[in-house]
């Protein structure tokens, strides 16, 4: 996957799907579990997972049917899309990103003691 290439919230989500199978899936396969909290016809789930094997971001296998895997495991686009925020919102400094979530409210006491504790571990 290249690491200057984009991924829509929607594909996100097929990704997401296929980082918490522990094996390859089929189109029907993540549709399934898709329709849990979606409700995307067949075409739209194909174009979706169409778009993320021409990015490179999963692969496909065919058998019966095409089956696919994610080509990057999800630790790692996290790390690169957290790097990205940083960059574009923050200049880069990771200081500031922290200094704004203390400001909008969105740490806890509970948080900023768990982070205090992970720092510390380090």
């Known amino acids: 996957m290249n690491p200057n290439m984009t ?7 097929i990704l997401e799907v296929l980082w918490a199978s522990d094996c390859a899936l089929s189109a029907a396969e993540i549709r399934n579990i898709l329709n ?3 409700s995307w016809e067949r075409t739209t789930i194909l174009t979706l997972i169409n778009r993320l094997v021409k990015k ?18 999800r630790e790692t686009y996290v790390r690169a899309e957290t790097k990205s925020f940083v ?3 923050f200049k880069g400094r990771t200081k500031s990103l922290a200094a704004a979530l203390v400001d909008s409210d969105a740490l806890t006491k509970e948080d900023i003691e768990e982070l205090r504790d992970y720092f ?3």
């Open 7 to 13: 991924v829509s919230d929607s594909e996100l989500e």
């Open 36 to 38: 849990e909290h979606k």
């Open 87 to 89: 960059d574009k919102f």
């Open 56 to 73: 490179d971001a999963i692969a496909q296998e065919k058998r019966e049917v095409y089956y696919y895997t994610p080509c990057i495991r």
């Open 120 to 122: 510390k571990k380090l």
